[in-house]
């Protein structure tokens, strides 16, 4: 292992000031459920005194939302959210993974293998989902029970078309490539729709690059790195010699993936050779919103769209990325723009967290809501798709489907005249 | 087997599987110490139960808060029961008729704050850990914090408590009552006694107002004595303002490394300064304070938002975790000395420092001179951690012949125990063994901490 990782872990003092900004610290308040606890934890397997064969390990190390909240409050930089990747991997070392995960990470392996998982999930949607009569939710219930998914989850549907399936390259001269993110590339692909667009209407060319293989993130956050790593290598060398300025990455937790755990991943492997080139590769990725922010005059053309918008930061753009200004100061341009309270404050997603710890997840979810309510919005805008899975489900829940969900770029669409 | 009752008793609240007794074996002294099994209680019958058990099987109990002291009150030196009180959270009662708040003592401080502050009152001790620390902590160790220059430490905020005794017995000591002299001030024993006469269950704590508004000031010195001479003029003056913090040069370059807060890292020290109360006050106390600051050669800064407030404060905040960035190790000390005498003592740790040719880090609380003396050393250098206690202890002893104490704040524990004496003297130490023999004669209660 790189000397370099280890100070993730080194720097904690142990002062205890994670557990005042711990999203799930603040559900189940003890001390195995909050990054000092992992660190302790994880220092300690290092130095060889303790090792993960208790089968507490899972319940403790895997319930956390890498939210990276404790990173950006640290005084000292220590790095939880790699300390407990690098504890979930040993985990897996010792008790394997659940079956669903390992289903999973064949998929995700295999670009044509998820194509046909989700044709065959569309074709067999009419018997597995009840048609939601509420539209703004886009999303539906089960009509029967399914393996490790909750009957009354409400999921979005998945589109007949994938984003790679709709859009070939466009135009002379790309200097951006788009990475859809398998989110958006199999159900979200109005997002996608959205940032095509833009894009189209703003003249700028782009490469669609399909050979791209999934990010590796839900892979790796579940301490899969040997997975992860055949994934990060085939995409750093299918991007690492493409003439191009940017990667727009259109997932926050694929983008985040892409530039920092790339080379965490590696300097974890001590492999050099990809170490440099995932750094160099990082500098390219770049979050759409901040993409357009920086490079275009997008801000001059937004026209009023007479929405009254809240924004709820994704904690892979916000805290991970630092994008933050950027989709605020363009939704003032196309909404009155209400800031709401906490609009950091993680949703309580978390990828699979969302499916192993189900209640919990919504409880966390659940404190976002009156700060929602309170800002007055119709509308609340946020910058990734999981998020918006999360609190439109949560708004359900809580009885306010009139409150709708839109991404950044669906809004700038919106504001740009549809 | 050993702990079979403990196991009935709680449930899954019980742990001893080793996952979980090494995360509840360390505190911020960073030092770890296996208890031999974790309990979880959640309320004052259970912590009965568990202490009459370990009292009649003579196996030491160490209660614990939220593990973020900096003395080692809440380690297992020597294994046993960790009693974490991190399920004992409830806000009982704010009684806004007598103005006093009961609580259960692994409330976090400023979780308590938040419930108050509607109210319009709040808990006016406020250590720099008040977000992660508990207030069962903060009386066991009588902590303090930047506020105590106008308001005393949590010993002045403490009416009433109720115990569980070494025996399993539960008692209340003090009341809600502001006077009451029946008996003993047991109350004021307990508090501070850090774990060693009894276990906290419950607290009533005195309230106070929220001052009408308050401003924070940042003052730029070139030149640590006049830093020092700025907070005598200031209380010379009359002035007793709510916070008075000083921060040295290298501190203020850590805070700087790892905040990017825009701080003066050219400056010798820093004074941030609060006033409060009405507009008309505040209003008198700044330019006098400013007018002070300037005559002794300081730029002054005026927060004139909450973001430029709350900037500040981080950076004061921040100090303490962020000195690893400077070295690994650090001898934690919370010296303090009358507040006449801070210009000196400090003058007394900078020649120490050079003495023995290692850094030393103060900030603190410069109001009621209380400093943070932080010793840094690198730990793999064994010379070098040998010249940091040796500069330690002659801090200690510089600081004692300025009529100081070896702790303000953080409490004695294990760190400090060795010194203890020097400063009150063998009868006393003799006095602290009779006492604690009166409460706890199988010296179960977090034993073997304060010489005990």
Known sequence: ?418 | MKFDYLKDLLGNRFLEEKIDRLQYAYDATQKMYMPDCVVLPKNTEEVSKIVKFANENKIPVVARGCASGFSGGALNIDGGIALSMELMNNIIEIDLDNLIATVEPGVVNYDLQVKLKPFGLFFPPDPSSWKFSSIGGNIAENAGGPKAVKYGVVKDWVLGLEVVLADGSIINVGSKNVKDVAGYNLTQLFVGSEGTLGIITKALLKLHPIAQGSQTLQATFYDMSLAAKTVSDIIKNKIIPSSLEFVDHQAILTVEDALKANLPTDADAILIIEVEGSKFQIKEDVEKIVQICTENGAKVKIAHSIEEEESIWLARRSISPTLKRIADGKLNEDIVVPRSKIAEMIKKTQEIAKKYNVLIVNFGHAGDGNIHTNIMYNTKDKDEEKRAYQAMDEVFDECLKLGGSISGEHGIGITKQDYLERQVGSRTIQLYKQIKYAFDPNNILNPHKMKL
């Open chain 1, 1 to 418: 292992m790189d000397e370099r990782l280890k100070k993730e872990w080194e720097s904690c003092v142990k002062c205890g000031l994670c557990r005042s900004v711990c999203p799930v610290f603040k559900e189940l308040r003890q001390e195995p459920f909050v990054a000092r606890g992992h660190i302790s934890l994880l220092s300690e397997f290092i130095k060889g005194n303790f090792d993960f064969d208790s089968e507490k390990s899972k319940d403790y190390l895997y319930k956390c939302l890498l939210c990276t909240t404790c990173v950006e409050a640290c005084p000292n930089d220590s790095g939880t959210d790699t300390i407990v990747e690098i504890a979930r991997r040993r985990i897996v070392e010792l008790h394997g993974l659940p079956l669903y995960k390992k289903v999973m990470a064949k998929i995700l392996l295999n670009r044509n293998l998820m194509d046909l998982s989700a044709l065959s999930a569309n074709l067999l949607s009419v018997f597995l989902f009840n048609k939601n009569t509420n539209t703004s939710r886009q999303s539906n219930s089960l009509k029967i029970k399914l393996p490790f998914v909750d009957k009354d989850r409400l999921l979005p549907p998945l589109a007949p078309k994938t984003f790679y399936h709709k859009y070939e390259s466009y135009g002379k001269n790309a200097k951006i490539s788009i990475f859809p993110g398998c989110l958006i590339n199999y159900t979200y692909v109005k997002i996608g729709d959205a940032f095509i667009n833009i894009l189209h209407k703003l003249n700028i060319s782009y490469l669609i690059e399909k050979r791209a293989s999934c990010c590796g993130a839900p892979i790796y956050f579940s301490g899969n790195f040997d997975d992860a790593k055949i994934l990060a290598k085939r995409n750093i060398d299918l991007f690492y010699n493409q003439d191009i300025d940017y990667l727009v990455v259109l997932e926050p937790t694929c983008a985040s993936m892409m530039k920092f755990d790339y080379p965490k991943l590696f300097m974890y492997f001590d492999d050099e050779e990809y170490i440099k080139k995932a750094t160099e590769f990082a500098e390219k990725i770049i979050d759409p919103v901040k993409y357009l922010y920086d490079n275009t005059d997008i801000k001059d053309r937004l026209k009023d769209t007479g929405l009254t918008v809240t924004y709820h930061d994704p904690c892979h753009l916000k805290r991970t990325q630092k994008v933050k200004n950027e989709p605020r100061d363009l939704i003032k341009h196309a909404a009155k723009f209400k800031e709401m309270k906490e609009a950091d404050r993680c949703c309580g997603n978390g990828g699979t967290f969302s499916i192993d710890y189900r209640d919990l997840s919504l409880k966390i979810a659940s404190r976002k809501i009156d700060n929602i309510l309170n800002s007055k919005a119709q509308v609340l805008v946020t910058g990734c798709s999981a998020c918006i899975m999360q609190l439109s489900e949560a708004l359900h829940i809580a009885g306010h489907d009139e409150i709708k969900t839109l991404h950044t770029l669906e809004l700038i669409d919106k504001s740009l005249g549809g």
